[in-house]
Structure formats: structure tokens, C-alpha cells
């Protein structure tokens, strides 16, 4: 039996050769050749082999083979997945925080993406202008297309001509103390909207998987501390009230039609592009702009309200895992952490060497008729079974959003970029050259 005698190759001999010897053990004598290195790379038990003309029946030549034909079948199959039939998404609510982040993630996973979005007498594309393709591109991934959940007729049109393989429910009227002064509208769209919805995929007769953005505020006035897929809802807004009938006409049309319908109990979460007049954002603009001079005062409502604060772009990656199951199911998705409106103040002013006590004031207009006290979520489901978890901290999705606001707010004023970070991150206030800016007219950029 011959034997291997080479020593084994390093990844930068790869298609080099080299004079070798094999000892034939039963005839013990020696034979000369020249060995090949093919493969090399950064697991060497796996991908490094060797030739020798003679070695077809040695065993080591075997086992080489079949770690080579293993090598082979893996990039065999590579470019048959990636020419698989481009998967297709439809986004509602693409315009909102989540839509863009979601867009974004599903345009770097390949997906053709079709966004639903609304009319409006203003551009309400800022969140997705820097991915906004030109519909005149040949091949643009990305495309708009007017409708409204609102309208049937326009959700049945578009599910026939795209015919998506993933719909993702974000649209709604999403702001919990709004709802309580348009509660008939919330209705229409948070919770009649999806039915529209469901109801367009099977009159359309196709099976796309559908994600439902269902809410942590369905807890409301919460029946267990954490709160999991078990927890009893008891919403206290029309809005959360909305999100119920969602909830439930999602996991019914599952039920009856068969249909693949998840539903995503997502626990708040934030980010620079995080609406204005959510308190997270509301906090992190006005820092920024009193730091800058331009606001004085902030006026809030509850400032001990508790919840459990994460980062959008963690979350719109455990949307799309919960439609590559085989089965569907409910998750929730939450940090596990909770922060008082306060402990955010803290944060946010804090990044600013402010002290917020001196700026806040509080607005009875911003008090809800009924509070949600506490909202803390245990996603242990959604860690276990999509293998998904929360990569940033509460204190630096404050500090991002701080940053990112006095960026943005400082360029407004005086079309520099004002932001210096330090090591953790943190801004860096430097009145002296802000003044220097400003009068001498130099363009400073950190
Ligand atoms: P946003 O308020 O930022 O976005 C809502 C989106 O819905 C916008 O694109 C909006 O369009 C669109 N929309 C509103 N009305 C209609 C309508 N009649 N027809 C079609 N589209 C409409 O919300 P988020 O991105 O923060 O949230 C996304 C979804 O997730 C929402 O359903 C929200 O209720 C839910 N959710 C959010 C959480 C969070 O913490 N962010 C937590 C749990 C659930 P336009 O830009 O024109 O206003
Ligand atoms: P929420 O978020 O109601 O939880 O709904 P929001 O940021 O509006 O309020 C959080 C808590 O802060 C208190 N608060 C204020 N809120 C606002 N908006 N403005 C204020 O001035 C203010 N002062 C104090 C609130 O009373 C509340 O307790 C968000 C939305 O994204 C929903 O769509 C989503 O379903 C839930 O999160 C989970």
C-alpha cells in the first residue's frame, strides 16, 4: 500500500508543484513524482490535497478524493442557489423607520423589492432616497408603487402583477397617543388594513409567507412581567386595540386558509430614523438642537414610563428569519431590558455634558388617557428557535441617535458636518470652532 510522504501544503503554494517521493510498502521501494498542491485555504484538515500519478488505489488518494469531490459538490452547488429564482418582497409601511431598514436588508439578502407606498402632496421618500432606484434603470431593484390600505382594489392589483414570494405588513398609523384622536382611522388602517391585506392574497390565489408588525403595546396594561408569546394581551389605546384584531386575524387566516402568516410582537425600537415625535427621537433632536442653541425648552408627557428600548436594524433581520421557517409561527422580539423615559433623558442629555432637569418641562397634551406603565419582553422563542439576538445597547442607541441628530441639525444651520465621536463613540462638543466656523467661514469637517 502506498502512502502520502509530502508534508501538507500552506494556501500560498496552491497550484504549485513539487518534486516528492511515495514509499510502496509491500514492494518497499520508493517512486518519484510531482506533487500538485490544488486546494489550500484556511481549514487545511478539509481542503488541502495532494496528487500523485500512481496513488489511485492509496488510501490517503480515497480519502483525498472524496474531501475533493466534497469541495467540489459545495461550489457545484453555489451557483446553482444563486441562480434560483430571485426571490420577490413586498413591503408596506416601506417609507417608515422599519420599511427602510427592511428594504435595505432585503436588497443585500438579492430580493427584487416592491415597496407599497401612499400618495402625498410632500416627498415622503427620505429614508429610502439613498437606495431609491430610477424606474427607468433596465433592472431596478427596487420599486414604488402607489396604493393604500385603505383600498382594497389597489393591494389586489398589486399582489396580482408582482406576485410576491414575502409580504411584510408595516404599514399602519403608528403612533399610540395619536390614535387616541383618530381612532376610527387607526382602526381602518392598523387593523382593517391587514385584513384587506389577507384578503388580497387569496383573491389573488397566490401563497406568499406574510409578516404581521404586531406590538408589544397589545400587552398594555401587562398581565405577566416579562412578557412572552403566552402573556394575555390588554392593549390601552385604539392603536393597541388595532393591533389585536391584526394579531388575531393573522393567526385565524393561518389557521383556516393555511396561509404561512407570522406574527412579529415587536417591543419598541428605535434609530436615527426613528419618527420625530416618538419620545426616543423627540429626546435625541432636542439635545442636540439646544446644545446647538436653536431650542430652549422640551415638552413631555410621562416621564416614568418604562420600556424595552432596542435598535430597528436588529429587528427587521428577526422579521425576515421568522419567514425562512419551515413553519409559521409568533415571536417576540425584545431586549429583555427596560429604561424609564427618564433614563433616557439621562442618556441623551448626558452625551451633551447637559443636564436635561434644566431644559424639560411637562405638557399635560402629552399624556395619554390610558398609560402603558411597563413593557419589558422576553424573547427567549425567537433567540432559540431563529437563533436571533439584540446586538446594541440601549445606551448606544442613544448615543447613535444623539450623534446622528447633531450631525444632522448642525448641517442644517451651518453646512458643516459638527460631529467629532470619541473612542466610545460619544459626541465631541467644540464651541470654540463651532465660532470659528461660523466666522471665519471655513469649512471645518471632522
Ligand atoms: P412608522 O410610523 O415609521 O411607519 C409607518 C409606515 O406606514 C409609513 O411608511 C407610513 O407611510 C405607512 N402608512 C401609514 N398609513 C398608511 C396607509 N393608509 N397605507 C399604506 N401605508 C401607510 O412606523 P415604524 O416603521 O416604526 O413601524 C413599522 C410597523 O411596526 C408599524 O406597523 C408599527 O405599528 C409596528 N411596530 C413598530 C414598533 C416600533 O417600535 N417602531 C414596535 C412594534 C410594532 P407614510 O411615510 O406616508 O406616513
Ligand atoms: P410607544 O412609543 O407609545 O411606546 O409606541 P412613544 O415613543 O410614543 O412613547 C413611549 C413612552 O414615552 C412616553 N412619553 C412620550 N411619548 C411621546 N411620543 N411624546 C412625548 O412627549 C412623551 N412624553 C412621555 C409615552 O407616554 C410612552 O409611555 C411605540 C410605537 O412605535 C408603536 O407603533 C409601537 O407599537 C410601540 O412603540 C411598541
Known amino acids: 500500500m502506498f ?155 398589486i399582489l396580482r402583477s408582482i406576485q410576491p414570494d414575502e409580504i411584510y405588513n408595516l404599514g399602519a398609523q403608528s403612533h399610540v397617543r395619536v390614535s387616541f384622536d383618530v381612532p376610527e382611522y387607526t382602526a381602518e388602517i392598523t387593523g382593517i388594513g391587514t385584513l384587506r391585506l389577507l384578503e388580497a392574497i387569496r383573491d389573488s390565489g397566490i401563497q406568499p409567507k406574510f409578516y404581521q408588525a404586531a406590538s408589544s403595546e397589545m400587552f398594555g396594561k401587562v398581565q405577566a412581567i416579562p412578557q412572552n408569546e403566552q402573556t394575555p394581551f ?38 436615527p430614523r426613528r419618527g420625530e415625535t416618538f419620545v426616543s427621537r423627540k429626546i435625541t433632536k432636542a439635545a442636540a438642537r439646544i446644545k446647538l442653541g436653536i431650542q430652549k425648552e422640551l415638552f413631555l408627557g410621562n416621564l416614568e414610563a418604562r420600556r424595552d428600548w432596542g435598535f430597528a436594524g436588529d429587528y427587521v433581520e428577526a422579521m425576515w428569519l421568522m419567514l425562512q421557517q419551515n413553519e409559521a409561527r409568533d415571536y417576540v422580539i425584545a431586549t429583555g431590558t427596560h429604561y424609564s423615559v427618564k433614563d433616557l433623558l439621562n442618556v ?8 436635561w432637569q434644566e431644559y424639560v418641562k411637562i405638557d399635560a397634551r402629552y399624556y395619554r388617557p390610558t398609560e402603558v406603565d411597563l413593557l419589558v419582553g422576553d424573547s427567549q422563542k425567537a433567540r432559540t428557535q431563529l437563533g436571533w439576538q439584540p446586538r446594541m445597547s440601549f445606551q448606544d442607541l442613544i448615543r447613535t441617535m444623539v450623534n446622528a441628530d447633531l450631525e444632522e441639525e448642525s448641517k442644517r444651520l451651518y453646512g458643516i458636518n459638527y460631529v467629532m465621536a470619541d473612542s466610545e463613540g460619544s459626541a465631541i462638543y467644540e464651541p470654540n470652532k463651532l465660532v470659528e466656523a461660523v466666522d471665519g467661514g471655513h469649512s471645518l469637517k471632522w
Request: glycine share 6%; aromatic share 12%; proline share 5%.
Open 234 to 271: 390588554y392593549p390601552r389605546s385604539p392603536y393597541g386595540v388595532a393591533k389585536v384584531y391584526a394579531y388575531w386575524i393573522t393567526v385565524n387566516y393561518r389557521e383556516a386558509y393555511n396561509l404561512f402568516a407570522c406574527n412579529g410582537i415587536l417591543f419598541n425600537h428605535e434609530s
Open 348 to 355: 441623551a442629555f448626558g452625551v451633551l455634558d447637559l443636564d
Open 3 to 157: 502512502y502520502q510522504n509530502g508534508k501538507k501544503g500552506i494556501p500560498s503554494e496552491i497550484g504549485k508543484k513539487f518534486p516528492d517521493e511515495c514509499v510502496d510498502k509491500r514492494r518497499n521501494s520508493r517512486k518519484s513524482f510531482t506533487k500538485e498542491i490544488l486546494i489550500a485555504g484556511t481549514k487545511p484538515e478539509r481542503e488541502r490535497l495532494f496528487t500523485c500519478p500512481w496513488h489511485i488505489n492509496c488510501s490517503l488518494y480515497r480519502k483525498n478524493r472524496r474531501k475533493k469531490s466534497f469541495i467540489m459538490n459545495r461550489r457545484k452547488n453555489r451557483p446553482k442557489k444563486e441562480l434560483a429564482r430571485e426571490r420577490v418582497a413586498l413591503i408596506t409601511g416601506i417609507t417608515g423607520q422599519d420599511g427602510s431598514y427592511l428594504a435595505e436588508f432585503l436588497l443585500i439578502k438579492g430580493y427584487r423589492v416592491y415597496g407599497l407606498m401612499r400618495r402625498s402632496s410632500s416627498f415622503n421618500t427620505g429614508r429610502i432616497d439613498h437606495i431609491y432606484q430610477d424606474p427607468h434603470d433596465p433592472n431596478p431593484r427596487l420599486q414604488l408603487i402607489y396604493g393604500d390600505l385603505n383600498d382594497a382594489s389597489s393591494l389586489n392589483k
